[in-house]
């Protein structure tokens, strides 16, 4: 009985002592770099309305930065996944909303705001265009995530402006 009970003791010591020592991956300064986005968030649009609502955590060991939007026009849902690629050297996106709709946007933190943008498309009338997304990271707490499509490289479309507010 009593070596049974320092091999169940040396078993727990070591498990604890390899808790202890694992290495997280994606716990450095470069994965912390949107982590201002995370939260519980009540999302208003310019005119003070509601758009919806947002929770973005961290998952898979801290590798992803993973949202769930609810809009605040019925039936309306995506989700998105966000992660550094340590190969590109840049943050991507990848989202997918509940109408089969994707974007992959790509790009890096840059002061306070997270910059991420589309590949060049060409659109129905042959114009090459992309979008472009900025999140700004505001004193008061509060995130403001910018969407505009640039066709051309002139005319700017806005296709989302809206406020971020943490409910918890």
Known sequence: MKKLFVLFTLVIFAFSINAQTKKCNCCTEKHAEFDFWIGTWEVANPDGSKAGENRIEKVQDNCILQENWI??????????????????????????DNQGQSLHLKGNKIGNQMILRTD????????????????TANEDGTVRQYWETITEGAEIAIAFDGLYKKVE
């Open 71 to 96: 809009s605040a026009s019925p039936g309306y849902t995506g989700t998105s996944n966000n992660f550094y690629n340590y190969k590109a050297k840049q943050w991507e996106q990848i989202w997918v």
């Open 120 to 135: 060049d498309e060409t659109n129905a009338d042959g114009k090459s265009f992309f979008h472009r997304v900025t999140w």
